[in-house]
Nanobody, 135 residues
Framework: QLQLVESGGGLVQPGGSLRVSCTVS????????IGWFRQAPGKEREGVAC????????NDADSVKGRFTISRDSAKHTVYLQMDSLNAEDTAVYYC????????????????????????????WGQGTQVTVSS
């Protein structure tokens, strides 16, 4: 059973940086895209960034463009979300999720793109890590 564990959340001052990690375990199949989502108190969950199963294609939300960077270390089965220039609006629980690409699709465009914000396309979810931006 695939498991995702987020780590690296915490308290950071406005303008600061934080890197959260998503580590995948319990799965020998390597073809999955990873999406980062966040949910602030009283708000709906939103997609923040994603990275494709193959090719390293990324996509990110307008609200974080130029400030957040998603990257992948396949050897460590870990995806990172580097967050810079943080502000209070970035305060939320951050979740990562895995979108499994079927073996029959690994040579198609399906494996080369990721679906930003499409919660229904993601098969497995982590428990979340809290990020709080406050002085």
């Amino acid at each position: 059973q695939l498991q995702l564990v987020e780590s690296g959340g915490g308290l950071v001052q406005p303008g600061g940086s934080l890197r959260v990690s998503c580590t995948v375990s319990g799965f020998t199949y390597d073809y999955y895209a990873i999406g980062w989502f966040r949910q602030a108190p009283g708000k709906e969950r939103e997609g923040v960034a994603c990275i494709s199963a193959r090719g390293g294609s990324t996509n990110d939300a307008d609200s974080v463009k130029g400030r957040f960077t998603i990257s992948r270390d396949s050897a460590k089965h870990t995806v990172y979300l580097q967050m810079d220039s943080l502000n209070a609006e970035d305060t939320a629980v951050y979740y990562c999720a895995a979108d499994i690409v079927p073996w029959s699709s690994i040579s198609t465009v399906r494996a080369m793109v990721c679906l930003l914000g499409r919660e229904d396309e993601y098969d497995y979810w982590g428990q979340g890590t809290q990020v709080t931006v406050s002085s």
